[in-house]
T-cell receptor, first 110, second 113 residues
Framework: GQNIDQPTEMTATEGAIVQINCTYQ??????LFWYQQHAGEAPTFLSY????GLEEKGRFSSFLSRSKGYSYLLLKELQMKDSASYLC???????????FGTGTLLAVQP | DTAVSQTPKYLVTQMGNDKSIKCEQN?????MYWYKQDSKKFLKIMFS???????INETVPNRFSPKSPDKAHLNLHINSLELGDSAVYFC????????????FGPGTRLTVT
């Protein structure tokens, strides 16, 4: 089957670092995506990992371990505007569809 | 310059009615998608078209019928609307390769009363 697990909510302080974890199970795995979604808005792309390791992009980094079915999104120097839902999504199956987790609602506090 | 646009943004209608949502992308992508995001914010794929051909058709009631007149457009028609159809419907597009991110439209908030 296909399954994505991530924490429902997290809270962090402005200027701090936060790590959002995601575990996944999918057949024909073809990559792991992270999207950001602010309330009432569309999801926007943050990162894509298909090989093991860390991909860094400014304040955001994403890590993948294919053998463990595990990924995390690391947000550094948190800003108030980073308060949003972070969606983990695994691509797989015969049609390469994206299976989304329920999202992690991150609240950044002053 | 709108990349993926959807109309209407809000749709309030009564049970039993038929409604359509339109989607257009000007990114030159060849794959388009419809997603449903329910009240718990769970985003689920419904359909995907590649070059006007249906490639993903999840277990969606056949009251939902997608139509792709060309690569840049993907519309969603819903017959006999039910209360449970209330959700936000997102259109998205991408290039074909799995590594390409999907660009989402602003969403259509459908409320069935």
């Amino acid at each position: 089957g296909q399954n994505i697990d991530q924490p429902t909510e997290m809270t962090a302080t402005e200027g701090a670092i936060v790590q959002i974890n995601c575990t996944y199970q999918t057949s024909g795995f073809n990559g792991l995506f992270w999207y950001q979604q602010h309330a009432g808005e569309a999801p926007t792309f943050l990162s894509y990992n298909v090989l093991d390791g860390l991909e860094e992009k400014g304040r955001f980094s994403s890590f993948l371990s294919r053998s463990k079915g595990y990924s995390y999104l690391l947000l550094k120097e948190l800003q108030m505007k980073d308060s949003a839902s972070y969606l983990c999504a695994a691509m797989g199956g015969a049609t390469n569809k994206l299976i989304f987790g329920t999202g992690t609602l991150l609240a950044v506090q002053p | 310059d709108t990349a993926v646009s959807q109309t209407p943004k809000y749709l309030v209608t009564q049970m039993g009615n038929d409604k359509s949502i339109k989607c257009e992308q000007n990114l030159g992508h060849d794959t388009m998608y419809w997603y449903k995001q329910d009240s718990k914010k769970f985003l689920k794929i419904m359909f995907s078209y590649n070059n006007k051909e249906l490639i993903i058709n999840e277990t969606v009631p056949n009251r939902f019928s997608p139509k792709s007149p060309d690569k840049a457009h993907l519309n969603l028609h819903i017959n006999s609307l039910e209360l449970g159809d209330s959700a936000v419907y997102f259109c998205a597009s991408s290039l074909t390769s799995p590594s390409y991110e999907q660009y989402f439209g602003p969403g259509t908030r459908l409320t069935v009363t």
